[in-house]
């Protein structure tokens, strides 16, 4: 789809997203925060719809009012934010019963932020079960519907086939498909076979382009940096069997954040694998600055989940950090194997120790790496080449 020549000063764009930040310091989906604060840069209008958790009301963050709607008495509303709906329902299949007042709920509620809001465009973000809401406020109110696909919905599909047909008639009747990956665009088609637009997320870190280090972080010992949730889809556990084949004295595997398994994950690790927890964005920007290499081990999990996009590599390269990450889902949008970083197979702490030592002994390949990484995101993953594409699909969504 060519979308260069639709040039427009602004749209009022409705935001339809299961989870949005509660709170100035919630650092719950930072990449759509930062895509709301770009395209408000660009002159939009932002409004957000999202459920409320335990109670709370709508309010504002960063100048964008957030619509919350209520489902549920506030002690049972955690459906959404700290961690998906899909894993606290496979978890305890009881919350399912949550699903029909969060959809009924949220129908009405977005019906009621168009008629005041009037927004020009209703994107919906995590399609199901959030294209009902949209769908159904455009039986009152006209308006193109714009569907971002992450990959959640698809491993949804997977467990609940009666799930498909509804995917379908979003996908087939929205005026706009976009995924945020290669990986996920062809598993969109795999449902309906239409024109797909792919549409990455760039970094949450406010830095500029041009970060590559003119010199690296000490090399002893050799810094090996992750950072993420504690969940099985990270992989982090190959990574910490990737270390025990490492020399201690000469690697140190940071981690980064928390999770479910951090306490079974420290259970696992060698005396070279630190947990540091959830950390500020000062104390991360620290961490980035001294490490040596970022791993993103990822792996398709026992649900079948596997990365979408992994930002958190956009913000590793960003800082001119060396990354290396295993070949699933959409990691190698953004990783190209000794172009821009180094891919190995899943599940093979074997290949990924020995992708570390590669890397730790060649002080040329770390830097062209970098380098690589770096221009590969200016052209791909920057904000300004990113939003200018997203005014553009607005443009053609309205024609």
């Excluded at 506030?74 to 329902?89: Q, R, V």
């Excluded at 029909?100 to 005041?116: E, N, V």
């Excluded at 830095?207 to 050799?222: C, K, S």
């Excluded at 950072?227 to 940071?254: C, M, N, P, T």
């Amino acid at each position: 789809m060519r979308v260069e020549s639709c040039r427009v000063e602004s749209f009022k764009v409705l935001l339809i997203a299961s989870v949005y930040p509660r709170f100035e310091a919630d650092l719950e989906v930072p990449w759509l925060r930062a895509s709301v604060a770009f395209l408000k840069k660009a002159g939009c209008e932002v409004a957000v719809a999202a459920p409320s958790h335990r109670g709370i009301k709508g309010h504002e963050i960063d100048g964008v009012r957030v619509n919350r709607f209520r489902y549920a008495p506030a002690k049972l509303e955690f459906l959404t934010h700290d961690e998906g709906a899909p894993s606290k329902m496979a978890r305890n299949p009881l919350l399912q019963l949550l699903a029909i007042p969060y959809i009924i709920s949220g129908c009405f509620s977005t019906l009621r932020a168009c008629f005041k809001f009037k927004p020009q465009i209703i994107h919906v973000h995590w399609p199901f079960p959030h294209g009902f809401m949209a769908f159904f406020a455009r039986l009152f109110y006209k308006a193109p519907i714009v569907l971002t696909f992450y990959g959640a919905e698809l491993l949804l599909m997977q467990k609940k086939k009666w799930i498909k047909p509804f995917l379908k008639f979003f996908i087939k009747h929205a005026d706009l498909v976009i995924a945020i990956s290669s990986f996920t665009a062809k598993k969109t088609k795999e449902i309906y076979p239409r024109e797909i637009e792919i549409l990455p997320y760039g970094t949450t870190f406010d830095m500029g382009n041009d970060i590559v280090r003119a010199t690296l972080a000490p090399a002893t010992p050799f810094r090996i940096l992750f950072v993420g949730r504690h969940i099985e889809r990270k992989g982090i556990e190959y990574l910490i069997k990737a270390a025990a084949l490492l020399d201690s004295e000469k690697f140190q595997v940071r981690i980064v954040g928390a999770g479910d398994l951090t306490e079974k994950l420290k259970e696992q690790a060698p005396e070279q694998v630190l947990f540091l927890g959830k950390v500020s964005k000062e104390e991360l920007a620290k961490e980035y600055q001294n490490a040596n290499c970022f791993v993103l081990p990822s792996i398709v999990d026992s649900r079948g989940d596997t990365e979408g996009l992994g930002v958190v590599l956009i913000e590793a390269v960003e800082y001119g950090v060396p990354i290396i990450a295993s070949n699933v889902g959409g990691i190698p949008d953004v990783v190209i194997d000794k172009k821009t970083g180094l891919l190995v197979p899943e599940k093979n702490p074997e290949a990924l120790a020995a992708a570390i030592k590669e890397l730790a002994e060649n002080e040329d390949l770390q830097k062209s790496l970098a380098l690589g990484a770096n221009e590969h995101i200016k052209q791909y993953f920057s904000w300004d080449a990113i939003i200018e594409k997203q005014m553009g699909l607005y443009c053609f969504a309205r024609k």
